[in-house]
């Protein structure tokens, strides 16, 4: 019973920046990791940036030094600060949430429905 709501979103063109947040509710108890996964269309889907506990972060390498990931002091809500942004970033957007439910000790993983982010040169 998680739900991940996803925003921000859009056209922009290259070089520009776009701000992706993801709010987690339902039957949560702790987040241990949320972030985001990048795919394009015909590709695999990719891991882009995860931050585990609030503090530990992960990127994909080629936006290393372009996006940033964090979360709100509430942690349910996980920020996606893109700039400098390429073509090659184009791709549908999903946030991920691993996370412990209340009463249940399996972690859950659950996927958002994606956010279409295209970059023009």
């Known amino acids: 019973q998680v739900r991940l709501v996803e925003s921000g979103g859009g056209l922009v063109q290259a070089g520009g920046s776009l701000r992706l947040a993801c709010k987690a509710s339902?039957?949560?108890?702790?987040?241990?990791?949320m972030g985001w996964y990048s795919q394009a269309p015909g590709q695999q889907r990719d891991m882009v940036a995860l931050i585990t506990n609030g503090i530990t972060t992960n990127y994909k390498d080629s936006v290393k030094g372009r996006f940033t990931i964090s979360r709100d002091n509430a942690e349910n809500t996980v920020y996606l600060q893109m700039n400098s942004l390429k073509p090659e970033d184009t791709a549908v957007y999903y946030c991920?949430?691993?996370?412990?439910?209340?009463?249940?000790?399996?972690?859950?993983?659950?996927w958002g429905q994606g956010t279409q982010v295209t970059v023009a040169s």
């Open positions: 991920y949430c691993e996370s412990k439910p209340y009463r249940f000790s399996r972690y859950s993983t659950d």
């Open positions: 339902g039957n949560i108890f702790s987040i241990n990791t």
